[in-house]
Protein backbone atom coordinates (compact mmCIF):
# COMPACT_ATOMS: atom_id res chain seq x y z
CA UNK A 1 0.00 0.00 0.00
CA UNK A 2 1.30 3.38 -0.98
CA UNK A 3 1.62 6.19 2.26
CA UNK A 4 -0.95 9.19 1.71
CA UNK A 5 0.83 11.96 3.48
CA UNK A 6 -2.21 13.78 5.61
CA UNK A 7 -2.16 17.72 6.66
CA UNK A 8 -4.02 20.39 8.47
CA UNK A 9 -3.33 23.77 8.48
CA UNK A 10 -3.05 23.23 12.28
CA UNK A 11 -2.33 21.03 15.06
CA UNK A 12 -4.67 23.08 17.73
CA UNK A 13 -8.20 23.29 16.08
CA UNK A 14 -9.08 27.31 15.70
CA UNK A 15 -12.70 27.89 17.05
CA UNK A 16 -14.14 28.33 13.05
CA UNK A 17 -13.81 24.56 13.29
CA UNK A 18 -15.10 23.64 16.24
CA UNK A 19 -18.53 23.91 18.58
CA UNK A 20 -17.93 27.34 19.83
CA UNK A 21 -16.40 28.90 16.60
CA UNK A 22 -18.22 28.36 12.98
CA UNK A 23 -18.64 24.65 13.02
CA UNK A 24 -16.99 24.29 9.56
CA UNK A 25 -15.31 21.42 8.43
CA UNK A 26 -11.54 22.60 8.43
CA UNK A 27 -9.29 21.70 4.91
CA UNK A 28 -7.38 18.83 4.14
CA UNK A 29 -4.24 18.66 2.35
CA UNK A 30 -3.11 15.17 0.51
CA UNK A 31 0.39 14.53 -0.70
CA UNK A 32 0.96 11.52 -2.71
CA UNK A 33 -2.61 10.74 -3.39
CA UNK A 34 -3.15 8.08 -6.42
CA UNK A 35 -6.39 6.95 -5.97
CA UNK A 36 -9.84 6.86 -7.69
CA UNK A 37 -11.76 8.62 -4.81
CA UNK A 38 -11.00 9.30 -1.06
CA UNK A 39 -13.26 8.39 1.79
CA UNK A 40 -12.56 10.06 5.72
CA UNK A 41 -13.49 10.05 9.32
CA UNK A 42 -12.58 11.72 12.02
CA UNK A 43 -12.65 9.97 15.56
CA UNK A 44 -12.03 11.03 19.20
CA UNK A 45 -10.76 7.75 20.25
CA UNK A 46 -10.44 9.03 24.18
CA UNK A 47 -13.89 10.21 24.53
CA UNK A 48 -14.80 9.47 28.22
CA UNK A 49 -18.16 8.61 27.70
CA UNK A 50 -17.38 5.42 25.20
CA UNK A 51 -14.58 4.16 23.87
CA UNK A 52 -13.92 6.27 20.25
CA UNK A 53 -16.27 8.40 18.91
CA UNK A 54 -16.88 10.05 14.94
CA UNK A 55 -17.41 13.31 14.25
CA UNK A 56 -17.51 13.46 10.88
CA UNK A 57 -17.49 10.33 7.87
CA UNK A 58 -17.13 11.04 4.58
CA UNK A 59 -16.49 9.58 0.97
CA UNK A 60 -16.66 9.95 -2.74
CA UNK A 61 -14.22 12.73 -2.47
CA UNK A 62 -12.46 13.54 -5.64
CA UNK A 63 -8.84 12.75 -5.38
CA UNK A 64 -7.58 16.36 -5.30
CA UNK A 65 -4.41 17.51 -3.64
CA UNK A 66 -6.79 19.56 -0.58
CA UNK A 67 -10.20 18.79 0.49
CA UNK A 68 -11.52 22.33 0.77
CA UNK A 69 -12.75 23.04 4.35
CA UNK A 70 -16.78 24.33 5.12
CA UNK A 71 -18.53 21.26 3.25
CA UNK A 72 -21.86 21.91 4.19
CA UNK A 73 -24.09 18.89 6.16
CA UNK A 74 -26.20 16.48 4.32
CA UNK A 75 -26.08 13.23 2.60
CA UNK A 76 -25.03 14.51 -0.76
CA UNK A 77 -23.15 17.37 -1.29
CA UNK A 78 -22.10 18.91 -4.44
CA UNK A 79 -20.29 21.94 -3.46
CA UNK A 80 -17.37 23.31 -2.44
CA UNK A 81 -16.78 19.56 -3.57
CA UNK A 82 -19.47 16.68 -4.80
CA UNK A 83 -19.28 14.13 -1.61
CA UNK A 84 -21.40 12.26 0.40
CA UNK A 85 -21.73 12.39 4.09
CA UNK A 86 -22.75 9.92 6.95
CA UNK A 87 -24.35 9.86 10.14
CA UNK A 88 -21.66 11.25 13.05
CA UNK A 89 -21.50 10.38 16.91
CA UNK A 90 -24.21 12.91 17.42
CA UNK A 91 -26.66 11.82 15.11
CA UNK A 92 -26.28 13.77 12.43
CA UNK A 93 -25.42 13.77 8.89
CA UNK A 94 -22.17 15.63 8.13
CA UNK A 95 -19.30 17.60 10.21
CA UNK A 96 -19.75 18.67 13.92
CA UNK A 97 -16.48 19.72 15.57
CA UNK A 98 -14.49 19.46 18.19
CA UNK A 99 -16.24 20.35 21.44
CA UNK A 100 -14.69 19.14 24.33
CA UNK A 101 -15.44 20.38 27.83
CA UNK A 102 -14.18 23.01 29.89
CA UNK A 103 -10.77 22.51 31.25
CA UNK A 104 -10.21 19.22 28.83
CA UNK A 105 -8.01 18.61 25.79
CA UNK A 106 -8.79 16.12 23.20
CA UNK A 107 -7.29 14.79 20.25
CA UNK A 108 -9.06 14.08 17.37
CA UNK A 109 -7.20 11.69 14.58
CA UNK A 110 -8.43 12.16 10.51
CA UNK A 111 -7.73 9.02 8.80
CA UNK A 112 -7.92 9.34 4.63
CA UNK A 113 -8.47 6.19 2.48
CA UNK A 114 -7.28 6.50 -0.75
CA UNK A 115 -9.94 3.73 -2.13
CA UNK A 116 -9.25 2.27 -6.27
CA UNK A 117 -13.16 3.30 -6.89
CA UNK A 118 -16.10 5.72 -6.13
CA UNK A 119 -18.42 3.52 -3.77
CA UNK A 120 -21.70 2.25 -4.37
CA UNK A 121 -22.90 3.78 -0.65
CA UNK A 122 -25.81 6.30 0.05
CA UNK A 123 -25.35 9.06 2.25
CA UNK A 124 -26.81 9.05 5.10
CA UNK A 125 -25.28 5.30 5.73
CA UNK A 126 -22.71 5.01 8.92
CA UNK A 127 -19.27 4.91 9.74
CA UNK A 128 -19.75 0.79 9.75
CA UNK A 129 -21.74 0.90 6.51
CA UNK A 130 -18.49 2.30 4.37
CA UNK A 131 -15.87 0.23 6.22
CA UNK A 132 -18.05 -2.84 4.93
CA UNK A 133 -18.36 -0.55 1.59
CA UNK A 134 -14.91 -0.02 1.65
CA UNK A 135 -13.16 -4.01 1.92
CA UNK A 136 -11.38 -4.41 -1.07
CA UNK A 137 -10.89 -1.15 -2.31
CA UNK A 138 -8.15 0.65 0.09
CA UNK A 139 -5.21 1.67 -1.78
CA UNK A 140 -4.01 3.93 0.51
CA UNK A 141 -3.72 5.01 3.66
CA UNK A 142 -2.51 8.28 5.81
CA UNK A 143 -4.00 10.10 8.72
CA UNK A 144 -2.75 12.87 11.43
CA UNK A 145 -4.11 14.21 14.93
CA UNK A 146 -5.47 17.38 16.18
CA UNK A 147 -6.02 18.59 19.48
CA UNK A 148 -8.59 20.73 20.97
CA UNK A 149 -8.74 22.43 24.44
CA UNK A 150 -11.52 24.38 25.95
Not at 64 to 92: E, F, W
Amino acid sequence: MEPLVVGLDFLEFPDVYTCFGEDKSPPIHLKGLRADSVAIWVTNPFIRSCCSFTPWVVWNLPPVGTVPGGIPPGPDVASPVSCRQGINGYGKIGYTGPCPPPGETHRYQFRVYGLDTVLDLGGGASREALVNAMRGHVVQFGETVALCSR
